[in-house]
């Protein structure tokens, strides 16, 4: 009988299904400026996420206390089960857990597309070289970079690059996925490129946090969007509850700035 | 003086036996000062008060002292600095070939640090934030992803130290080492024809600093790979 719900529900995610990342009372400083107050989200496996905001909203900042970019000052964060308490092991733990893309790629333009793909399995994962490059081969033709792996990162296209980064990211094979405004260095005809490549991932199942401004995106694929204002998380609906009936006035001001 | 008459010719040879003591001092004063500046200017990366204070006053002293006064220090006080260090019942002999290769690695280890320093600046701080995210270690991360490209940013920097250690090499003759220098001035005295030997020995900097650029060159391009080719 609750399966025939779930599958008929309105709310197909609220089944519930095992917890991916859970962040409670999350507080972020950086000196006095309190960049993040009491942060609590909850994202499930396979659960889209995107969470959006003005510029200083600490969005970023939130996306990067999940893989401990930034250490955080307060609460508790839990990533698969992992607490992140910032001894080493689980930090090194979490990160293996997260694949992150970044909104300037930071590949490494010292090495081709293959072995910016390879560096990290063979380091960390230990695997072989010929294991590598069949692992980085595979998420480059998924990202449709297959071509080029030759190359180094300024001989492509920014929308390339960030592909690039992308199935970099990939190769570790990581569970979730942050994306950190994947598109907005990008110039306006590269980004459906990568979006596409978000989207695809989105279909095959990936947990997947993102912290961007594309809205088209967030309406198409996520299952429910986080607004964040002043370092708190203001407003947490499901996509079109979020963008037809905003509640808070912040959010409908955010809204009517950004959709013209 | 009669040209390549054997006397000539055996001051000539001098000057040849001295080139090669020239070469070895800047080979080994550059190497150790290459090796221990890059890994001073690592540590001195962090924040740490006490690594701090250690690494402001080595470097205030090595670059306010004349490195004529180090090797100086070193020679005639390094027996003394020796024997307080390992004991006094053994009795420690400082030649100038080694008071010269110490002064110069403490003296361009200290320079080499600063440009470490200079490079990691302009890093990217998004390298280091791919590492992380990757789950790469920091010992991976800095021989894999840092260091590769801190080699591009501080080759024009280390092509200038490389180019002033070789030029003060000749100050090591005052210790009483018979490298090139010394050597010329000995043939120019003896045989009272300064320009031959003088020049002479201006010529072995002159072809050595020449190489230098060549090879320099091709380092520039092996390590500006993957960004030399966008300005092509």
């Known amino acids: 009988m609750s399966a025939l719900q779930t599958e008929t529900g309105p709310q197909p995610v609220a089944a519930p299904r095992p917890i991916a990342v859970e962040m409670t009372g999350v507080e972020k400083y950086y000196g006095k400026f309190k960049a993040l107050s009491g942060i609590d989200l909850t994202v499930r496996k396979g659960e889209k996420i995107v969470i959006c905001g003005p510029s200083g909203s600490g969005k970023s900042t939130l996306i990067r206390t999940i893989n401990r970019l930034e250490p955080h000052d307060g609460g508790t964060i839990v990533v698969n089960g992992i607490t992140l308490d910032g001894s080493p092991t689980s930090v090194q733990d979490v990160r293996l857990e997260c694949g992150m893309v970044f909104q300037q790629f930071n590949l490494f333009p010292h090495l081709t597309i293959l072995e910016n793909c390879m560096l990290a399995p063979r380091l960390t994962r230990k695997l072989s070289k010929t294991q590598a490059e069949a692992l980085a081969l595979k998420y480059l033709e998924r990202v449709h970079i297959g071509a080029q792996t030759h190359k180094y990162p300024s001989q492509l296209s920014g929308g390339q690059q960030q592909r690039v980064a992308i199935a970099r990211a990939l190769c570790m094979e990581p569970p979730i996925m942050l994306f950190d405004e994947p598109t907005s260095a990008l110039d306006p005809e590269m980004i459906k490129e990568v979006l596409q490549v978000m989207e695809d991932l989105a279909e095959d199942g990936m947990t997947m946090i993102c912290v961007t401004h594309e809205m088209g995106f967030a309406r198409r694929v996520a299952n429910r969007c986080v607004f964040m204002d002043q370092g708190e998380i203001v407003e947490e609906a499901r996509a079109e509850e979020f963008f037809e009936a905003p509640k808070s006035d912040r959010l409908k001001a955010f809204l009517a700035q950004i959709l013209h | ?232």
């Open chain 2, 1 to 232: 003086m009669e040209l390549f008459s054997d006397q000539f010719n055996g001051y000539l040879w001098q000057m040849v036996q001295g080139a090669y003591i020239t070469l070895q001092l800047f080979a080994a004063g550059f190497t150790l000062a290459l090796v221990l500046g890059t890994l001073i200017g690592i540590v001195t990366l962090s924040r740490n008060w006490l690594i701090q204070a250690v690494w402001k006053t080595y470097a205030s002293i090595i670059m306010g002292v004349p490195s004529l006064l180090i090797i100086f220090l070193l020679y005639y006080g390094g027996s003394a600095m020796l024997s307080g260090l390992f004991g006094t019942d053994r009795s420690f002999d400082v030649t100038p070939f080694g008071a010269g290769v110490t002064a110069l690695t403490i003296v361009y280890a200290a320079y080499v640090a600063e440009l470490v320093h200079g490079a990691v600046m302009n890093l990217p701080k998004g390298q280091f934030e791919a590492c992380s995210a990757l789950a790469i270690g920091p010992v991976a991360a800095w021989r894999h992803v840092i260091l590769p490209q801190l080699t591009r940013l501080a080759l024009p920097g280390l092509v200038n130290i490389w180019m002033i250690v070789l030029k003060d090499t000749p100050l090591v003759s005052l210790a009483g080492l018979n490298d090139l220098v010394a050597n010329a001035k000995i043939a120019a005295g003896a045989t009272k024809e300064p320009f031959i030997f003088f020049i002479a020995a201006s010529l072995f900097f002159i072809v050595f600093s020449a190489l230098t650029l060549r090879l320099s060159a091709r380092l520039e391009a092996r390590f500006g790979r993957g960004l030399a080719e966008v300005k092509a």
